[in-house]
Every structure is written in C-alpha cells, then in structure tokens.
C-alpha cells in the first residue's frame, strides 16, 4: 500500500491516477472526501494528522507533500514508521543547493522537512522540482477576460516543469529499488520567460496575449492568488534573481522514466480549457 498525501494537489492527483493506472494499492489522503473527486480505485481517506496510526495502517511507502506535515511532520513520520512504512519520497523545492538562501522562507520550509525525514529512521528520496509550469494558472482569470496580462518581470526566465512529470518520476521512486537515499532535481526541458509563457498560452487558445510587465513594488496580493502572503517576499526576491539568467535544466525526468519531459508549451495545451472564459 502506498499512501499520498496532498492527494488532491496538482502533483498527489497525477500520482494517485498513475499508481491506480498502474494497479497498485494507493490510499490518497484528503481534508475533504467529500470534494476530492478521486478515481474509484484509490482508497480516499481523510487527512488526520493526530490519526497516523490509521492512515498509514498497511503501507510500505509515502508520498510526502511538505503542508501536509506542517508543524506535525516529525509526529507523522513517527505513525508512519511505527505502522510499518519504510519508504518515504518527499516533494521537496529545487531551492535547496549549494549557496542558497537558507533563510528563504520557502528554502526553510523544505529544508525543515528533509531533515525531519533524514532524522526519521526511514529510507528516503527527495524530489526537488524547479518552477512549476501549473504556476502559470496565476493568469487564468486575467487571461479568460483580457488579452492583456499584467505580471511582474516579463524576462525572468524558468525551466517549467509539468506536474504529471513530476508524478512519473515519484511512480518511478516509489515503485522501483534503487531510489533510497537519492536527491533528483527536476526541471523541464527548456528555459522560457513570462513574456513567451503568455504567447504560448495564447497559441493554443487561439488569442493574441500580451504580456505587460508591472513594477514589483506595484505588484499586489491579486497577482499571486495561490501564494501564502508572507511568502511574496522572498517569491519576489527570487524571480527578479531569474530576469535573464538561464536556469538549470536537468534531464532527470527522461532518465528515470524513458519519456523526455513535456515543453511548456505541451502543458499549454494540456490546460488550454483553463484559460478559455
Ligand atoms: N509551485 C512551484 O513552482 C513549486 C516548485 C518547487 C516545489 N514546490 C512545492 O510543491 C508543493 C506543492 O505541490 P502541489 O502544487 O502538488 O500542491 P497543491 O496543489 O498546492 O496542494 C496539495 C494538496 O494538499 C492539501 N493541503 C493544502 N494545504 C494543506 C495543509 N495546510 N494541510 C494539509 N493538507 C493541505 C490540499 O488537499 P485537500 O484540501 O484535499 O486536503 C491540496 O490539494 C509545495 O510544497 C511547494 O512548495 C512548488
């Protein structure tokens, strides 16, 4: 049995399907049952952290999405070791390397994690993806109104990677021997910026989007609504590091799974129905 946390999110949703696609025994973990829309061969269970025991009654593995644990994350890991996992494969931050900003508030949070879970007694991998391509659903509702996007740092350029990569290669972790103890980073297969992010939405929707670069100490909360505020900050502070700096590619996804990872533009069109109004 393998249990997925943050089962709902964009990544634990394509691993639950992955893992059921794949006929194994999953049980995805959500807040909400009720609302999860899960596949029918997933077993949905509620998210309990004071109820480890149960949630990991059965299991071999994990699928560690960082929230999940928050303050209960060393607590969690405990049940889990206790009820018989061994495995754990966190989603970790490709902001973690050498002479990074240990202080970052998102460098923290997953450093915290790694650590918690190196400390756990239990094997371990750590994912650590750079940006997400699904970040660019922080334009959606602009785009679905507008062909005119306002954002900040139009040349900030980023590898984006597709959630469902991402998931293939946490199948692959979890599934397969050998991944104990490894860090794989994970990009996508080229740097894009903002400015060109926005045009290959609009290609495949069909419109002619502009991107229109706002000053950051303009931007306010409405342009990062998926984004905890306290976080913008540093958010901020690292976009304006990427304006013309080519970014890391890593081809990790294509080596662990067999199949290259997906362009922006292929996520572009996998999420066309996003941006339509
Ligand atoms: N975006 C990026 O560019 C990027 C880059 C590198 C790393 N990351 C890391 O990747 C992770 C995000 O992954 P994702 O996009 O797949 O996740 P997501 O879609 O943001 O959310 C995952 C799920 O976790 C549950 N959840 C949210 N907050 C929770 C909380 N406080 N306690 C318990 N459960 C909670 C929610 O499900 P229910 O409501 O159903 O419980 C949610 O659907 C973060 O740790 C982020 O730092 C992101």
């Known amino acids: 049995m393998i249990v997925v946390t943050g089962a709902t999110g964009n990544v634990g949703r394509a691993l639950v399907e992955r893992l059921v696609a794949a006929g194994r025994p999953v049980r995805a973990l959500t807040r909400d049952p009720q609302r999860a829309g899960l596949p029918e061969g997933a077993e949905v269970v509620r998210f309990d952290p004071d109820e480890g025991a149960a949630l990991f009654d059965g299991a071999s593995k994990l699928f560690l999405y960082v929230q999940a644990g928050g303050a209960r994350t ?19 931050s490709g902001i973690i390397q050498e002479g990074s900003d240990e202080t970052h508030p998102i460098h923290v949070m997953h450093a915290t994690a790694e650590q918690q879970i190196r400390d756990s007694g239990l094997e371990w991998t750590f994912l650590r993806p750079n940006a997400f391509a699904i970040n660019a659903l922080q334009w959606a509702p602009q785009i679905r109104t507008s062909d005119t996007v306002r954002g900040v740092y139009a040349g900030m350029l980023t590898a984006p990677i597709h959630e469902d990569d991402i998931a293939a290669v946490a199948e692959r972790v979890l599934l397969d021997p050998g991944h104990e103890g490894a860090v794989h980073r994970l990009t996508g297969p080229e740097a894009v910026t903002n400015t060109e992010q926005i045009a290959a939405i609009g290609r495949v929707i069909g419109r002619d989007l502009r991107f229109v670069e706002t000053p950051p100490e303009e931007a306010g909360p409405e342009l990062f609504p998926h984004v905890p505020p306290e976080i913008v900050k540093g958010l901020l502070k690292s976009f304006e590091a990427a304006v013309g700096v080519p970014p890391e590619i890593t081809t990790t996804v294509e080596k662990l799974t067999g199949v290259p990872a997906r362009t922006f533009a292929r996520w572009a069109e996998d999420h066309a129905d996003d941006f339509r109004s």
């Open 74 to 92: 060393g607590a969690l890991l405990d049940a889990a070791r206790t009820a018989g996992v061994r495995h754990v494969a966190l989603l970790s």
